[in-house]
């Protein structure tokens, strides 16, 4: 069954940090592009940041510009985002998404995509 499984989501406090991390199962991402996207209660979903198959391109989204940063181990069949700096409206849940052929600045925009997580809450709260 092929599955991507997101992880590392949780309540935090603003200007605190996360790490999520998606990993793929019963497939191997080596040669997928990889979206993180969210969706906070009442808005639509949005593209966060993407990242090529071989991590030499990203591509983010202005309102996380210079707090997330998205990387990939491809050994680990695994990619991540790691996420500093959080405000209040960083808050939702937040899915990871793969597709072939995709540029990482089409693929966050578009949100054309093969396969989707089920997605991992992230709370910024005081």
């Known amino acids: 069954q092929l599955q991507l499984v997101e992880s590392g989501g949780g309540l935090v406090q603003p200007g605190g940090s996360l790490r999520l991390s998606c990993e793929a199962s019963g497939f191997t991402l080596d040669y997928y592009t990889i979206g993180w996207f969210r969706q906070a209660p009442g808005k639509k979903r949005e593209g966060v940041s993407c990242?090529?198959?071989?991590?030499?391109?990203?591509h983010y989204a202005d309102t996380v510009k210079g707090r997330f940063t998205i990387s990939r181990d491809n050994a680990k069949n695994t990619v991540y985002l790691q996420m500093n700096s959080l405000k209040l409206e960083d808050t939702a849940v937040y899915y990871c998404a793969a597709a072939l052929i995709a540029t990482v600045r089409n693929m966050c925009i578009t949100q054309s995509v093969a396969y989707w997580g089920q997605g991992t809450q992230v709370t910024v709260s005081s």
């Open positions: 990242i090529s198959s071989n991590g030499g391109s990203t």
